[in-house]
């Protein structure tokens, strides 16, 4: 990835929320929503988390945690979830699709 589309991601990081929010997204999904889309469907070059296998998703996140997987965005986030939060969003992602 160039330095130009990492920018780029994190301008599109920046931006307000949306204030419209699914539902069915449970309120500790509702962060994500603003750069994953709703359901985790992916928004540019934001990945797709829709659909996400549970054990992959906790394996990501303590690499995301542990900065031992490059991310712009998602080591500065992983590391304020604890582990049952973390677990209720590999369910809820992983259960959509
Ligand atoms: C500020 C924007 C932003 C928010 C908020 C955000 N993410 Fe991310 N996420 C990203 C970006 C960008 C990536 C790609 C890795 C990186 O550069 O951080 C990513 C990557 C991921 C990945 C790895 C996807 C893959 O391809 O393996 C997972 C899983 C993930 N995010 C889950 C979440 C969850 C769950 C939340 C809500 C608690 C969340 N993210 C909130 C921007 C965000």
Do not use: N
Not at 39 to 58: E, K, L, N, T, V
Not at 64 to 90: H, K, N, Q, S, W
Request: net charge negative; glycine share 8%.
């Amino acid at each position: 990835m160039k330095p130009s589309s990492r920018f780029a991601i994190l301008a599109i990081a920046m931006l307000p929320v949306a204030a419209v929010a699914d539902p069915q997204t449970p309120p500790i999904a509702q962060a994500c929503a603003g750069c994953h889309g709703q359901s985790g469907a992916g928004m540019g070059a934001i990945p797709d988390i829709a659909g996400y296998d549970r054990d992959a998703f906790i394996q990501v996140w303590e690499e995301f945690r542990a900065g031992a997987r490059f991310a712009t965005i998602m080591t500065r986030i992983a590391p304020g979830y604890t582990d049952e939060e973390v677990a209720a969003l590999a369910d809820y992602f992983a259960s959509l699709r």
